[in-house]
């Protein structure tokens, strides 16, 4: 069955960095692009970068740009978020979504079971 | 950035109660509004997308419609399963994706 599964997730101070894994099986990776979402402590949904599905692409919210990167190793069938200068407002739980949508629109199916990154010192 | 915002942020409501919850773009978004559905603890699980498409495995009881700036997601019978906080999402503009701050579902 389709499943991805996030892995990285820890406790770091302010200002270090963490490497987040989202491993896919189960549909051909390479022919979608992908998306990490967070979550903070009792809040919404707030999304976070995108990759299209080659790699060829990336986009960033406004909140995370220039300190996080995503990337992907379609051989590997893996996907990654690089964080850089972590600060206390990054804490919460980071999803890896699948985009299914269309040309011109996203949407998300599945999403993974989430991994927890707690920026504190 | 488009902002969105969903009412209400929370509801009671009885098993069998038909609910709604609406949510409001700050410019048009044509058909591009998704909903999710996330239970405590849980991912978050994709319901209805292009504003009125029901998710393949998703029950009928679940509806969704609007275009332009205002959205509704309908549940017309509510079943235990069913309390969970809701969310929408505009993918109008794909590179800055934007959720509502969600409505939580609860027992009455």
């Known amino acids: 069955q389709v499943q991805l599964v996030e892995s990285g997730g820890g406790v770091v101070q302010p200002g270090r960095s963490l490497r987040l894994s989202c491993a896919a099986s189960?549909?051909?990776?390479?022919?979608?692009?992908m998306h990490w979402v967070r979550q903070a402590p009792g809040k919404g949904l707030e999304w976070v970068a995108i990759?299209?599905?080659?790699?060829?692409?990336?986009y960033y919210a406004d909140s995370v740009k220039g300190r996080f990167s995503i990337s992907r190793d379609n051989s590997k069938n893996m996907l990654y978020l690089q964080m850089n200068s972590l600060r206390d407002e990054d804490t919460g739980v980071y999803y890896c979504?699948?985009?299914?949508?269309?040309?011109?629109?996203?949407?998300?199916?599945?999403w993974g079971q989430g991994t927890l990154v707690t920026v504190s010192s | 950035d488009i902002q969105m915002t969903q009412s209400p942020s929370s509801l009671s409501a009885s098993v069998g109660d038909r609910v709604t919850i609406t949510c409001r773009a700050s410019?048009?978004?044509?058909?591009?509004l998704n909903w999710y559905q996330q239970k405590p603890g849980k991912a978050p699980k994709l319901l209805i997308y292009?504003?009125?498409s029901l998710q393949s495995g998703v029950p009928s009881r679940f509806s969704g419609s609007g275009s332009g700036t205002d959205f509704t997601l309908t549940i017309s019978s509510l079943q235990p399963e069913d309390f969970a906080t809701y969310y929408c999402?505009?993918?109008?503009?794909?590179?800055?994706?934007?959720f509502g701050g969600g409505t939580q579902v609860e027992i009455k």
């Open positions: 990759i299209w599905y080659d790699g060829s692409n990336k």
């Open positions: 292009a504003a009125s």
């Open positions: 999402q505009q993918s109008y503009n794909t590179l800055d994706l934007t």
């Open positions: 410019q048009s978004i044509s058909s591009y």
């Open positions: 189960g549909f051909t990776f390479s022919s979608y692009g």
């Open positions: 979504a699948r985009d299914v949508g269309s040309s011109s629109s996203s949407w998300y199916d599945p």
